[in-house]
């Protein structure tokens, strides 16, 4: 018969109360995950219900109007689209040529620290701060105005610092291995980079950048600073065109005294909510395809 160990006893309760909290802690967050997902669910539920009554094609490429039922939002929604576009275009190749000289350049490593920290810093200033800069520097300074190309500059600078963490983190998990054999091979670094590191963090880079200007579509504080109009009769055909876009309208409906508004406001939601879904879809299938494609 083995002795009595004090010592060993105190060490086999230790185990056993860590696998306890171990255990009890992971049935407490999966049972806080499907609570937050069944919420969400009766939400979105919840706002189809109200808003499926205008949920059709009159509503959708209608303009608007301050009767609630003849009341559209095309001119909304083709000025989220509209922002959408310009944003990608401003920030996806400053963001990517930041990162890949953060990444590959000659940066000391005192720089890089300071410059991460800033960027981390800027991506969780709060949105309005974006929108009162966007309304000194560009619409009142540069002398832009209020219209689309302001509002896309101003979101543009708000999505870069995402932009850059996103692209600088896929350029980081590409194995150096990959970049050392070309090198073996006689590429030089720029030809490394160019032909053999960037295809490979494209599937990160895209979705990630998808990803991050998608989450742009839903702002409407910095919209908000800036002028946008809640009610525009028609849809922009120029970057210098007066707009609206999705969260102001809905900002807008919402906000009315008459209830015939709210199921445009809960249809405009479930239009908004639609819009970011295929962006997640359409990221996550280029990103699929994109490492099929190098696998081959």
């Known amino acids: 018969m083995r002795p009595f160990s004090l010592f060993a006893f105190f060490e086999r309760m230790e185990h056993g109360l860590a696998q306890l909290v171990r255990g009890g802690l992971g049935l407490a967050v999966r049972l806080m995950t499907m609570t937050i997902i069944l919420l969400a669910l009766v939400w979105l539920g919840y ?3 109200i808003g499926k009554a205008r949920l059709n094609t009159e509503f959708l490429f209608g303009f608007n109007s301050v009767v609630a039922d003849k009341a559209g939002v095309y001119p909304a929604l083709m000025g989220s689209l509209w ?5 990608f275009l401003l920030s996806f190749l400053p963001g990517l040529a930041i990162a890949v000289h953060l990444e590959r350049g000659h940066t000391s ?3 890089k620290h300071f410059i991460s920290l800033n960027l981390s810093n800027l991506a969780g200033v709060p949105s309005v701060v974006y929108g009162l800069a966007g309304l000194e520097l560009f619409a009142r300074q540069l002398d832009l105005g209020i219209c689309l190309l302001s509002a896309s500059l ?3 600078l708000m999505a870069l610092p995402t932009v850059i963490i996103t692209c600088r983190e896929a350029i980081r998990r590409v194995p150096a291995e990959l970049e050392d054999g070309a090198v ?3 590429a030089t670094p720029l030809q490394a980079l160019w032909f053999q590191i960037l295809p490979a963090a494209f599937p990160g880079i895209l979705s990630g950048v998808m990803l991050s200007i998608s989450r742009i579509v839903g702002e409407a504080a910095p919209l ?3 002028g946008a109009v809640a009610f525009v009769p028609f849809a922009p055909s120029s970057v210098w065109d007066y707009f609206t876009l999705l ?3 809905i900002f807008f409906w919402s906000n009315q005294s008459q209830p ?3 199921p445009n406001a809960a249809a405009a939601v479930v239009i908004l909510l639609g819009i970011t879904l295929i962006f997640h879809l359409l990221a996550l299938w280029i990103r699929n395809r994109w490492k099929k494609r190098i696998l081959l």
């Open 47 to 49: 706002l189809f219900w």
């Open 83 to 87: 922002l959408l576009l310009m944003v």
């Open 109 to 111: 490593r005192r720089a």
């Open 260 to 262: 015939d508004f709210a």
């Open 184 to 186: 073996a091979l006689g």
């Open 247 to 249: 969260p102001v309208q």
């Open 154 to 156: 101003t979101l543009s």
């Open 224 to 226: 908000l600073v800036l």
